[in-house]
């Protein structure tokens, strides 16, 4: 089943209801704004020299952090990342995950034009 991706505005509805935002960006990336309230396990970590490399520990983070049932909107920077970390989440048997499109800078086309707002420039909350 393909994951239900909702833009910011729903998402922050959707925290305001109770879901927990789960933003998957690296740890620098995370620490320089995010959604207020964010959890961050990075899908990918930055390593000096080697660019982004996978997070071995994303899914035992993951599992410790949250149950099966947890209501989570997954986040990153445009939108990719969260995406991938949503389809492993249903894949390993989460069953209310959903991605927010246009993440925290928002999606943009091969000339840097916004396609959807983040959550940064939809005037969010962000600490």
């Known amino acids: 089943m393909p994951v239900k991706r909702v833009k910011p505005?729903?998402?922050a509805e959707l925290l305001a209801g109770g879901w927990t935002y789960v933003d998957v960006r690296s740890i620098p990336e995370y620490e320089a704004g995010h959604p207020k309230g964010a959890i961050n396990i990075p899908l990918l970590?930055?390593?000096?020299?080697?660019?982004?490399?996978?997070?071995?520990?994303?899914q035992s983070q993951v599992e410790k952090t949250f149950r099966k049932d947890a209501q989570l909107v997954m986040g990153c920077r445009s939108?990719?990342?969260?995406?991938?970390?949503?389809?492993?989440?249903?894949?390993?048997?989460?069953?209310?995950?959903?991605d927010m499109?246009?993440?925290?800078?928002?999606?943009r086309d091969m000339?840097?034009?916004?396609?959807?707002?983040?959550?940064?420039?939809s005037g969010l909350p962000v600490e």
């Open 9 to 11: 505005p729903e998402a």
């Open 45 to 58: 970590h930055a390593t000096p020299g080697q660019g982004m490399v996978p997070n071995p520990k994303f």
């Open 79 to 98: 939108g990719a990342r969260s995406l991938r970390a949503a389809e492993l989440l249903q894949s390993w048997g989460y069953t209310s995950v959903l």
């Open 101 to 107: 499109q246009g993440g925290y800078d928002g999606e």
């Open 111 to 121: 000339a840097g034009r916004i396609l959807v707002p983040g959550w940064r420039d």
